[in-house]
């Protein structure tokens, strides 16, 4: 036991003080107007959409996701350099990229840009949001909504197909839940099963 607790007690202590990647877009007028992810080098996340939310969604990429998302931010030098394209485009929000490991602190804001590796690390953290907003939704539909589950099911079903969900295993407690909960429709247990089992199916 007091090994067990030392090994927790050790990964908690590298995870802070291990690299940090942090991610906000800022749209007024859009769904959310704001949202920031924070993700730690052993791929906990936290996802918020409010700066003082104290409650955000917490959920844990897979390695391979984490790596890759460390792996893009390496080859953009962690956020030394302006990311901002020189050309004229509608603005599209405010996004900042940050980089934290110990002293080192990095920080770049831009609109839009055309570096490969910045679009493709912002489609990642993009693709984090949807992903907790999906499970968020899903929860709220099987909580308070229970003819609302279908919709909820085949919104993330659309979005698992699309290749825009991360850290699968984050959707498979809600969805075994519906799935072996008779309270809700068929249709709604029946894509619950078949979700969760093509999610398994998937896993290394």
């Not at 953009?76 to 509608?90: I, N, Y």
């Amino acid at each position: 036991m007091k090994w067990s607790l030392f090994l927790l007690f050790a990964s908690v202590v590298l995870a802070a003080d291990g690299p940090r990647l942090f991610y906000s877009r800022a749209f007024p007028g859009s769904t959310p107007a704001y949202f920031d992810l924070t993700v730690e080098s052993n791929g906990d996340t936290a996802y918020r959409e409010a700066v003082d939310d104290d409650l955000p969604s917490k959920f844990h990429l897979a390695e391979s996701e984490a790596k890759e998302v460390f792996a893009l931010a390496d080859k953009l030098d962690h956020f030394k350099h302006p990311l901002e394209a020189p050309v004229k485009v509608a603005f599209m929000g405010t996004k900042t990229f940050r980089f934290e490991e110990g002293a080192e602190k990095n920080e770049v804001k831009f609109n839009y840009t055309e570096d490969v590796n910045a679009q493709a690390l912002q489609d990642w953290f993009e693709r984090m949001a949807e992903s907790s907003e999906h499970r968020e939704n899903l929860e709220r539909a099987a909580k308070y909504d229970h003819l609302g589950v279908v919709q909820a099911i085949n919104l993330l079903a659309s979005a698992y197909e699309r290749k825009r969900l991360v850290a699968l295993d984050q959707f498979l407690p809600i969805l075994d839940r519906v799935a072996k909960n008779e309270t809700y429709m068929h249709t709604a247990r029946a894509l619950a099963a078949e979700i969760a089992e093509a999610i398994r199916k998937s896993q290394p």
